[in-house]
């Protein structure tokens, strides 16, 4: 039987093996003061039409209620940094963690390989992954692994790698060898996600009205995007990356070398008139394994019709 060091030592291993940009593990205890913190944003209707992040709230403060006498949360960072950007060749832009193919895919498959191999190692464990797909603060817990503090526009911000990653873990019921949490912020003064925020999204330090959040109008909102925004932004028809595209610390931000998340010819291709003449079957046909997906055609249609005017 491996000792937790050990074990801690393999986990990094192979989940830098598996292609994770980093590796943190914390121990798996109650959240009382991001509880504090999430009760707030929810009290204020900052998560907009997210029901579903009222209705698992305890969920997220209690990893014990994800996993029985869970001791354990190993958090992964992957990478998504892209080397061929879509302002070069489009009137429309998507987020660029939506270029390639589903991250949850991915990811998820690594994880399964990651699970299989630690259960090689400790039969009987009990593991659980997670690729934001469970009502876990993930960025909380990559605080609590040493991976970076949480920056003002309530992204995660690694000093190694900037903020153009993915997060997931996974939760078990074994201890290991615990990173010393990052603690406080790297931001100082510098407020350039605030300012260049075109909605005003960011309300306060760590703070993000989802009613004004790009990202939220044109992916999780199912109504019509209030024309107050007409004019307040362009381009963006999925998601939006402005205020990491303005944070210094991604300056540290490499190309990652993931060969699913590499953009389609298909979708580099796509002039205005194509994406404003676009059909059900051309959006499955580009999107069908894609992030886009959870837009749905009718939702990436309303978003080019705002965009264009013609809403």
């Known amino acids: 039987m491996k ?46 039409g997210m029901g579903y992040m009222k209705k698992h ?7 014990e209620l994800l996993v029985e006498n869970a001791k354990s949360v190993i958090v992964f ?54 690729v934001d797909s469970a009502p876990v603060l993930e960025r909380t817990w990559a605080t609590r692994a040493g991976l970076g503090w949480i920056g003002k526009n309530s992204m995660l911000i690694s000093k ?8 997931s873990e996974l939760i078990t019921d074994i201890e290991l060898e615990y990173d010393i949490p990052t603690g406080g912020s790297y931001c100082g003064d510098c407020s350039r996600c605030m300012d260049a925020c075109p909605t005003g999204a960011i309300t306060d330090v760590r703070t993000v009205d989802a009613n004004k959040c790009i ?43 993931e060969p699913a998340f590499t953009p389609s010819a298909a979708l580099l291709e796509l002039r205005k008139e194509d ?23 009718a939702g990436l249609k309303r978003n080019i019709d705002f965009i264009s005017g013609k809403q």
């Open 275 to 297: 994406w404003e003449q676009m059909d059900i079957d051309q959006f499955n046909r580009i999107f069908r394994k894609t992030a886009v997906k959870r837009a749905k055609f």
């Open 3 to 48: 000792t937790k060091e050990q074990l801690s030592s393999f986990i990094r291993q192979e989940a830098a093996s598996l292609g994770f940009a980093e590796c943190g593990i914390a121990p798996a205890t109650s959240l009382p003061e991001e509880e504090i913190h999430l009760q707030n944003w929810l009290q204020k209707g900052f998560h907009a």
């Open 160 to 167: 190694r790698n900037g903020s153009y990653f993915f997060i």
């Open 215 to 257: 990202s939220y109008l044109t992916i999780e909102n199912k109504g019509e995007i209030p024309g107050k925004f007409k004019g307040e932004y362009d381009k963006w028809i999925f998601g939006c990356d402005i205020c990491q595209q303005v944070c210094p610390w991604n300056r540290f931000s490499t190309p990652h070398s």
């Open 77 to 130: 960072l992957y990478n998504y940094f892209p080397a061929t950007k879509m302002e070069e060749n489009s009137s429309y832009l998507l987020s660029s963690y939506a270029y390639g193919l589903d991250y949850h895919d991915v990811i998820r498959e690594k994880l399964n390989l990651l699970i299989a191999k630690l259960k090689e190692q400790v039969p009987g464990i009990s593991v659980r992954g997670f």
């Open 57 to 63: 709230a305890e969920l997220r403060v209690n990893p």
